[in-house]
């Protein structure tokens, strides 16, 4: 049988990737971009940006953007396509949103069923107008203004996508805005800023809240940005090889932000033997080594407070516990319906399918590890949901049986995992 084995270099991160496209179209003068992940949905932010007056190329590796400031976003003259990623449609309506232009977004059948209003609602409350289909989803209409009015906003749902909409709008706007999160989300924005010299508070509640004040318009100089490697990529890896008998693996460059590598802490409380070395500081994230060899996992429970933190990582968490003994309880997962695919149901669906003990009882998933896979010949349903594909591809590393319906859809986020996974495998 095949083991995990040997030294990887994990390709940039989605988020950061996406942040460093549109602060640096925002800014003024040349950017260049190294280490950018060239997967779908960042070829969707390319794209919507190029839409709205941006120059963006790429030479000798690097990806070369020439930013027209805050307020530099031209009237696109067709419809800015999303596709598949909510962090585009999501971060680029709160953008554009203080220019005064029209847009008219859109994006493939997944996106079109996930909610806009959680972001067009707070951005209303600053004077910009929106027309969303059944006053919710894309298609959906922007009608920006140049006079955005700032106000004291509190995110309800914790979302980083929410947060940096509103702060991409905010560039924008005169006067002290101020953004309040009742918990701290991936904070990748926040990083970014600092990196590049937007001067902003961040003020840290006793109650766990987070309150960050922008004073704009801003005038932003251009930097150059490296991305650092994507921790939820290196998650599949690193559960491969606590699974597989002999792996031993090093995964380097991965971003070790607070807000993004909470589920390595569960994995090591399941048994897990994970190593973290840090190394350098890349364009104000942290990076460092990750080392992971083959474990014996137990199932854990998972508080629900978590969730904000392990909310992409749930579905290769679900893989662990599948190979972990005793039961692993993942509470308070409901905003899992609202991500590519209703993820508690094509978690708990293809984990059935494959013979493992998996129920979703009101919003927690509950599943008992089992040492038998099912020995029939079982089509895991991605429901074209990226991360589901990736991770029941690590599944079938232990069970030849286990076939994936559509492995195309892994390059939303990963287009080269299959050979990077390739490079890793060992007899
Ligand atoms: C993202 C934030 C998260 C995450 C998504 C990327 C981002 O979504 O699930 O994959 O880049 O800000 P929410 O902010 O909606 O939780």
């Given at each position: 049988?095949?083991?995990?084995?040997?030294?990887?270099?994990?390709?940039?991160?989605?988020?950061?990737?996406?942040?460093?496209?549109?602060?640096?179209?925002?800014?003024?003068?040349?950017?260049?971009?190294?280490?950018?992940?060239?997967?779908?949905?960042?070829?969707?932010?390319?794209?919507?940006?190029?839409?709205?007056?941006?120059?963006?190329?790429?030479?000798?590796?690097?990806?070369?953007?020439?930013?027209?400031?805050?307020?530099?976003?031209?009237?696109?003259?067709?419809?800015?396509?999303?596709?598949?990623?909510?962090?585009?449609?999501?971060?680029?309506?709160?953008?554009?949103?203080?220019?005064?232009?029209?847009?008219?977004?859109?994006?493939?059948?997944?996106?079109?069923?996930?909610?806009?209003?959680?972001?067009?609602?707070?951005?209303?409350?600053?004077?910009?107008?929106?027309?969303?289909?059944?006053?919710?989803?894309?298609?959906?209409?922007?009608?920006?203004?140049?006079?955005?009015?700032?106000?004291?906003?509190?995110?309800?749902?914790?979302?980083?996508?929410?947060?940096?909409?509103?702060?991409?709008?905010?560039?924008?706007?005169?006067?002290?805005?101020?953004?309040?999160?009742?918990?701290?989300?991936?904070?990748?924005?926040?990083?970014?800023?600092?990196?590049?010299?937007?001067?902003?508070?961040?003020?840290?509640?006793?109650?766990?809240?987070?309150?960050?004040?922008?004073?704009?318009?801003?005038?932003?100089?251009?930097?150059?940005?490296?991305?650092?490697?994507?921790?939820?990529?290196?998650?599949?890896?690193?559960?491969?090889?606590?699974?597989?008998?002999?792996?031993k693996i090093t995964l380097k460059n991965v971003m070790l932000n607070p807000t993004r590598i909470e589920y390595l802490k569960i994995l090591k409380k399941m048994g897990g033997k994970i190593s973290v070395k840090k190394t350098n500081n890349v364009s104000g994230e942290q990076c460092g080594n990750i080392s992971v060899c083959y474990s014996k996992l137990r199932g854990i429970n998972i508080n629900k407070l978590l969730s904000p933190f392990l909310i992409d990582e749930y579905p290769i968490l679900s893989i662990a516990a599948s190979c972990a003994t005793g039961e692993t309880i993942m509470n308070g997962v409901s905003e899992l319906r609202h991500k590519e695919s209703d993820r508690i149901k094509s978690i708990v669906l293809n984990l059935k399918k494959v013979g493992v003990k998996a129920k979703n009882i009101g919003d927690n998933i509950h599943i008992t590890g089992s040492s038998s896979l099912n020995k029939k010949i079982c089509k895991i349903k991605t429901f074209g949901d990226h991360r589901i594909a990736c991770s029941f591809m690590i599944l079938a590393l232990l069970n030849k049986n286990i076939k994936i319906d559509n492995e195309k859809c892994i390059s939303v986020s990963y287009p080269k995992f299959k050979k990077d996974l390739k490079s890793l495998l060992k007899k």
């Open positions: 049988m095949y083991k995990l084995f040997g030294t990887l270099n994990i390709p940039g991160d989605k988020s950061v990737s996406h942040r460093a496209l549109i602060l640096s179209s925002m800014s003024i003068g040349k950017s260049e971009i190294t280490n950018l992940l060239e997967a779908d949905d960042i070829k969707a932010t390319i794209k919507i940006l190029k839409q709205l007056g941006i120059t963006i190329h790429k030479k000798l590796g690097k990806w070369i953007v020439y930013g027209n400031g805050t307020n530099g976003f031209l009237q696109p003259k067709k419809d800015l396509n999303a596709l598949n990623s909510g962090t585009t449609a999501r971060t680029m309506i709160g953008a554009v949103s203080s220019n005064p232009i029209k847009c008219r977004f859109t994006g493939d059948k997944s996106l079109s069923k996930r909610s806009m209003s959680r972001v067009t609602v707070y951005l209303e409350k600053l004077g910009a107008r929106f027309k969303l289909t059944k006053n919710d989803y894309l298609p959906l209409k922007t009608f920006g203004t140049s006079k955005l009015i700032p106000e004291e906003i509190t995110i309800k749902k914790p979302s980083a996508q929410i947060k940096t909409a509103l702060i991409f709008a905010g560039l924008n706007m005169g006067g002290k805005f101020s953004i309040r999160e009742k918990v701290l989300t991936r904070d990748h924005t926040e990083k970014l800023l600092k990196y590049l010299n937007v001067k902003h508070k961040i003020i840290k509640g006793k109650d766990g809240s987070n309150l960050i004040e922008l004073k704009g318009p801003y005038e932003i100089y251009s930097k150059n940005i490296r991305v650092a490697g994507d921790p939820s990529s290196a998650a599949f890896f690193i559960v491969g090889a606590l699974i597989i008998p002999g792996s």
